[in-house]
T-cell receptor
Framework: ETGVTQSPTHLIKTRGQQVTLRCSSQ?????VSWYQQALGQGPQFIFQ???????GRGNFPPRFSGLQFPNYSSELNVNALELDDSALYLC???????????FGPGTRLLVL | AQSVAQPEDQVNVAEGNPLTVKCTYS??????LFWYVQYPNRGLQFLLK??????LVKGSYGFEAEFNKSQTSFHLKKPSALVSDSALYFC?????????????FGKGTRLSVIA
């Protein structure tokens, strides 16, 4: 059984740029959630995808967008990057009907 | 709105001693409760969860947690701490009665086990 994987592991961007982060869900999991973890904070829910549709969204602006593909992998896109977007971005997968989410190692984004 | 409080930023315990990491929650309905652990530069690792049933939940690596509805608490415990337990611990809650609400995390408690 393959766990959740994310790429890249680290990324440095400048203000105003755009970034795409990728996540492969655990085998058989059809639901993917994305979280932002700022330094010294707990993860904050960005949005969730289920069967390629957005299935819930947290308090993040529209420049945070996502996709889920037929194989349940997912992307998080952030446009017009701001300094405060610097954080660890975590992807978690779960099986519909199951409550436990399994997290990937995260992508650390630094915006300069 | 649902929320989680972890009142201690840091907990220090000697190796071999029991440890407790505190968590209280607030939901309008009934809670799903979780504990996750995060090692440096890593993602979150699932430890245990309370969905329904017995108030004492046993999880990975000898950890357990007790659900107390009257005190709205879900403290994480281990009878004998190991140095390797040193990490950042997160409590999380989801309201099971409010539709598709997201998982809400506390700010985390850093556990330091001293040899």
């Amino acid at each position: 059984e393959t766990g959740v994987t994310q790429s890249p592991t680290h990324l440095i961007k400048t203000r105003g740029q755009q970034v795409t982060l990728r996540c492969s869900s655990q085998s058989g999991h059809n639901t993917v959630s994305w979280y932002q973890q700022a330094l010294g904070q707990g993860p904050q829910f960005i949005f969730q995808y289920y069967r390629e549709e957005e299935n819930g969204r947290g308090n993040f602006p529209p420049r945070f967008s996502g996709l889920q593909f037929p194989n349940y992998s997912s992307e998080l896109n952030v446009n017009a990057l701001e300094l405060d977007d610097s954080a660890l971005y975590l992807c978690a997968s779960s099986l519909d009907g199951e409550e436990t989410q399994y997290f990937g190692p995260g992508t650390r984004l630094l915006v300069l | 709105a649902q929320s989680v409080a972890q009142p201690e930023d840091q907990v220090n315990v000697a190796e071999g001693n029991p440890l407790t990491v505190k968590c209280t929650y607030s939901v309008s309905g009934n809670p799903y409760l979780f504990w996750y652990v995060q090692y440096p530069n890593r993602g979150l690792q699932f430890l245990l969860k309370y969905i329904t049933g017995d108030n004492l939940v046993k999880g990975s690596y000898g950890f357990e947690a007790e659900f107390n509805k009257s005190q709205t608490s879900f403290h994480l415990k281990k009878p004998s701490a190991l140095v390797s337990d040193s990490a950042l611990y997160f409590c999380a809650v989801r309201d099971m009665d409010s539709g598709n609400t997201p998982l809400v995390f506390g700010k985390g408690t850093r556990l330091s086990v001293i040899a």
